[in-house]
């Protein structure tokens, strides 16, 4: 990680059900799943028997260097790709979990956070559960396992235990379950091929590996895929539906389609609406860039509606080490500079519509900012896709505490100031409603609206 202050997703994850390249189609798909995590991967199999892992720590890539996948055999697996911010980064926590008892054994991979983590491992220890991990996501495993009736019940019972944001898979020998929780925080997709199943975090990833996306999977609904086919049920009839806007904003990739709509399609929204204001308010510029890549799909829609030229005004170097986490100021400064440059010939003398998608401690805006300025840009006016982040997020982004965002302590002009913008506007979350819909999105960490009770983390809200 270049950035000190970037936003983190905890993970994505994939499963394959009744293919005979199980593992290599996962395999496959973590790749496009990887900018949803990077400290960890790996993958469980099942060739009805019983069940294989290799997982560890980096990218899929360097997980699977040899011939790892040769030893995963079966038609089913699952697969995960982690950041490690719950539990932090050690081999212990890295999915899927593994776990064997008198239910058999079975393997879970977690994308989510779950709020009321403490409480249930507390409970869970005192009646003599021993964690071998510090992963919110063990909590699952435990709470499966002490489920009675069918494997279905089990998950069920769990699933009305655990409170927050959790969209996982689970493998036993003969079959692949998917959740996704009660407000659809994280998504989560089914997709068809060759006669078996997949299942992603994100269509971009069913796509990749050419299946066809069959359906989401809704808030509060628990797939089964067997030998018997595929059947379905609610775990809840307490379901709303409240996928992530940061999802939109900034994690997915651009090629996915997320609860029915497509993540560039969205971004681009956001930057038509930008332009509209500034329209309307006689802004002057020259050029809009982009601040790549999260930010581009944003830039094409603003340069449109603004008839201006939407320009490569920032070049972003992909082969900066993502573990270049650099201690002092004048080592952080360097680490943006390797990761992004400023296009001198297209920026000098322009006044530019910086377009970006959030901003968290206002460092990396301000180093951006700088680098236009001493590539010779007249003015940098600084337009973010997304409402001031105002409230720290509890359901599996690593935002940053309340304390350290710096939009819930300053206004924007104040925080122009600051960076050095020559104005700065953000989208406003009426905005948000008009791109994603009314009440269709969690917006908890512009307007503190969360969607559950927050359990250990109420104090660190009301007191920050
Ligand atoms: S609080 Fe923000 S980052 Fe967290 S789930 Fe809600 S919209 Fe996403």
Request: hydrophobic residues 40%; contains cysteine; charged residues 25%.
């Amino acid at each position: 990680m270049v950035w000190d202050d970037e936003l983190h997703e905890e993970c994505g994850v994939f499963g394959v059900f009744h293919h005979a390249q199980a593992a290599m189609h996962t395999y496959f798909a973590l790749h496009a799943l990887q900018h949803r995590g990077q400290e960890g991967a790996g993958i469980a199999t099942s060739d009805g028997v019983k069940l294989y892992c290799h997982k560890g720590r980096g990218l899929a890539a360097e997980v699977f260097r040899g011939r790892e996948l040769d030893r995963l055999p079966g038609e089913n697996s699952i697969g995960h790709v982690r950041y490690s911010t719950a539990g932090g980064d050690v081999p212990e926590n890295v999915q899927p979990l593994m776990a064997r008892s008198q239910i058999g054994s079975i393997a879970a991979a977690h994308n989510g956070q779950i709020v009321n983590a403490n409480v249930l491992r507390q409970r869970l220890e005192e009646q003599g559960s021993i964690f071998f991990s510090s992963s919110d996501s063990e909590i699952i495993l435990h709470l499966i396992q002490r489920g009675k009736g069918s494997m279905m019940d089990k998950i069920a019972a769990a699933c009305r235990q655990m409170e927050g944001a959790f969209a996982f898979l689970v493998l036993t020998e003969h079959s692949m379950y998917a959740v996704r929780d009660r407000h659809g925080l994280r998504p989560l997709s089914i997709g068809v091929f060759d006669g078996g199943y997949c299942v992603s975090s994100e269509t971009c990833a069913i796509e990749a590996i050419q299946a066809q996306w069959q359906r989401d999977i809704l808030p509060g609904e628990i797939v089964k895929f067997s030998e018997q086919g595929v059947q379905s049920c609610f775990y809840t009839a307490e379901r709303t539906h409240h996928l992530c806007a940061m999802e939109y904003i900034y994690f997915a990739r651009p090629d996915s389609t997320l609860d029915g709509i497509n993540v560039h399609t969205a971004r681009r929204k956001s930057g038509v609406l930008m332009a509209q204001k500034d329209l309307s308010a006689g802004l002057a510029a020259d050029i809009v860039v982009g601040v790549p890549d999260s930010s581009l799909s944003a830039a094409a829609g603003y340069a449109e509606v603004a008839h201006l030229p939407n320009e490569m005004g920032l070049i972003k170097n992909r082969y900066v080490g993502r573990t270049f986490i650099e201690p002092t100021q004048e080592q952080r400064d360097l680490a943006v500079r390797m990761k992004l440059s400023a296009n001198r010939d297209v920026v000098c003398g322009k006044r530019i519509v910086l377009i970006d998608d959030s901003v968290v401690r206002g460092t990396t805006s301000q180093r951006i900012i700088r680098l236009l300025k001493e590539a010779g840009a007249r003015e940098v006016h600084l337009r973010i896709a997304s409402p001031p982040l105002w409230w720290p997020c509890f359901y599996g982004i690593d935002i940053a505490t309340r304390k350290e965002l710096i939009s819930a302590h300053m206004d924007p002009d104040a925080l122009a100031e600051k960076i050095g913008a020559d104005s700065l506007r953000f989208l406003g979350v009426a905005d948000m409603e008009q791109i994603y819909g009314r009440d269709r999105c969690c917006y908890a960490c512009f307007d503190g609206n969360y969607l559950t009770s927050l359990y250990d983390h109420e104090e660190e809200v009301r007191t920050t």
